[in-house]
């Protein structure tokens, strides 16, 4: 029998395809007796699915702008 | 085909804040993102008589910025190593038997119509970079550049078992910090 942090490990391997028949057996086990393991799995593939499309605007100020821009003329003379 | 053109003159206005939002999901500190976006552009100048318009000027300064995050990461090793000593034995989330804390057991979650919400990409960042270095590390270059576990390993220097350690480490602590600044609140 795997406990909480042992699920919780192979819920992460198994995103490579690196259980053991044994290890997914067990893991499909455990999720099935643990709701806590179970909400974990599932907000797993959700922080996954959301880490592909993170997706933040940012932007340099003008003044920052202006001074790069400066920099780089002028080492491009 | 024509081959494709470099105009330093108009990087800055064309791509600084394209670049820096690249760069912002990909290391903790905002300053450290700007510094990486300027130094891109003062690689790719040295280096435009390297560029032989095989593709375009946008897609070089990223593989640019790329390459110089890469190097980021590398030159963080002394701190890889130090968080690596004390990984062992700093794990709050679970008790000696390896059943979850009482205060790190996974409440649910509604996750409807998240996607598009600004305020909580904001509060993904900060959760991830409240992460050790090391972890954020990993945890970027997996998920969010969508290396796999052997190539991170190798750029970074670390063996397997430790990098199944510190993903493990990184998602569990990242899906708590989730849940207490989002999911609690």
Known sequence: MINCKE????TIKKEESKLTLREKLELSFHLLICKYCKAFSKQNSWVNSMSEKLNVQDSFS??????MDATLKDSNQ | MSKHQLTPENWINL??????SYAIVRVPERDA???LVQDTFFTALKSKDSFRGEISEKNWLYLI???????????KKEV??????????DDDSFDDKGHWMDS????????????????FMHTFLRCKAALKEVQAQVFTMKYIDGEDSETICKE????????????????????SCLEKNWFDK
């Open chain 1, 7 to 10: 699920s919780t490990q192979l």
């Open chain 2, 65 to 75: 910025l790329r390459s110089r995050i890469l190097d980021y990461y590398k030159k």
């Open chain 2, 80 to 89: 890889l190593e130090s968080d690596f000593d004390s990984d062992d034995n």
């Open chain 1, 62 to 67: 003008n003044a920052e702008k202006e001074a």
């Open chain 2, 33 to 35: 993102a700007k510094d």
């Open chain 2, 104 to 119: 790190r057991m996974p409440k649910n979650w509604s996750t409807d119509d998240i996607i598009q919400n600004k305020e």
């Open chain 2, 156 to 175: 970074l220097g670390i063996s397997s078992s430790n990098y199944w350690v510190l993903i493990h480490r990184a998602k569990v602590q990242l899906r």
């Open chain 2, 15 to 20: 791509y600084a804040d394209q670049l820096l």
